[in-house]
């Protein structure tokens, strides 16, 4: 992470022209996950733009100019992922915020909710610790902890950001480091594990690859990502800026009850930069089209 890279000795791009147009990144993707055993398709989405964020408080500054010693500059990464299991859909959230100068972690939070119950998790990051917040409709889940902090460590949902390199390469092609690695909240649930830290091995192939994916062809950056658990991640990475996530996968090579849980697949659909939170008349969901996505419930057609 932050103590151990640093982006800017790894090429510039101009970030701020680009992240700072006032605009937001969608990504829409083909989706499917292994769950209770069985194969679910469902479509996830993911939404990038930057904002203020409260050092203190840790959520999004509402008026910057009141208190600028404690406002810095965020990326904010809200992952959607929604998929149907027998009678009872799951639609869960994984919110990333990290900061804009090195893409170190400053908070993650997650929500599941299904016919069920709620879950909700939120991590409260920095340097030396991890304060950790998480509340289920189980009796014995609910608690509250505190973690190391993560050093050089990685954090399984910052994987979307800093494997994106935008503002200069992970690895230069062909090199390999093993860090400390805490697994993703998504994946956490579906596999019901607590909140430790692990190991992990991260590559970046030596070559790229071509691959097809519903939203067109790209030529990608590839890096693997190898858990201590036994899990294999594989992300296939635009090569033009923003490198974009063309296409994510997460496989179990370990065994056990859970091994293949919170197993998925991701492949592009479609991609937009817009000011989403506009978009929110009767109509606007046309604007799903673009990223080969589709209402969750079905729309009437308008008089």
Not at 202 to 213: F, H, Y
Not at 222 to 234: A, K, L, S
Not at 256 to 261: C, D, I, M, S, V
Request: net charge negative.
């Amino acid at each position: 992470m932050a103590a151990a890279w640093s982006p800017a000795a790894n090429g510039q791009t101009d970030f701020g022209a680009h992240w700072h147009d006032g605009r937001a990144e969608l990504d829409g993707y083909r989706w499917s996950v292994t769950r209770y055993g069985e194969l679910r398709r469902g479509q996830a989405v993911m939404i990038f733009v930057t904002e203020p964020f409260s050092d203190s408080k840790r959520v999004k500054a509402d008026d910057p100019s009141k208190d600028p010693a404690d406002t810095l500059d965020a990326m904010k990464l809200n992952l959607v992922r929604d998929f149907q299991t027998g009678i009872y859909d799951y639609n869960t959230m994984t919110s990333v915020f990290v900061r804009t100068a090195n893409f170190a972690p400053l908070k993650v939070s997650f929500t599941s909710a299904e016919w069920c119950g709620h879950v909700y998790e939120e991590l409260i990051i920095d340097p030396r610790r991890i304060e950790q917040r998480f509340f289920s409709y189980f009796e014995d889940e609910s608690s509250t902890r505190t973690l190391t902090g993560p050093g050089d460590g990685v954090i399984g949902d910052n994987l979307f950001i800093i494997l994106r390199g935008l503002r200069g390469a992970y690895l230069e092609p062909g090199r390999k480091r093993t860090v400390p690695f805490l697994a993703g909240a998504f994946a956490r649930r579906l596999r019901h594990l607590p909140l430790q830290w692990g190991t992990a091995e991260i590559e970046r192939t030596s070559s790229t690859e071509e691959i097809d994916v519903p939203a067109g062809t790209f030529t990608t950056d590839v890096y693997v990502v190898r858990t201590g658990d036994g899990r294999e991640g594989t992300f296939f990475i635009e090569q033009q800026y923003p490198h974009r996530i063309v296409r994510w996968q997460w496989k179990a090579t370990g065994t056990g009850r859970r091994a293949n849980e919170a197993a998925e697949t991701g492949e592009l659909t479609g991609t937009t930069r817009v000011e989403y939170w506009q978009l929110h008349d009767n109509g606007d969901e046309r604007h799903l089209d673009q990223l080969g996505l589709t209402t969750v419930v079905p729309q009437e057609p308008q008089q």
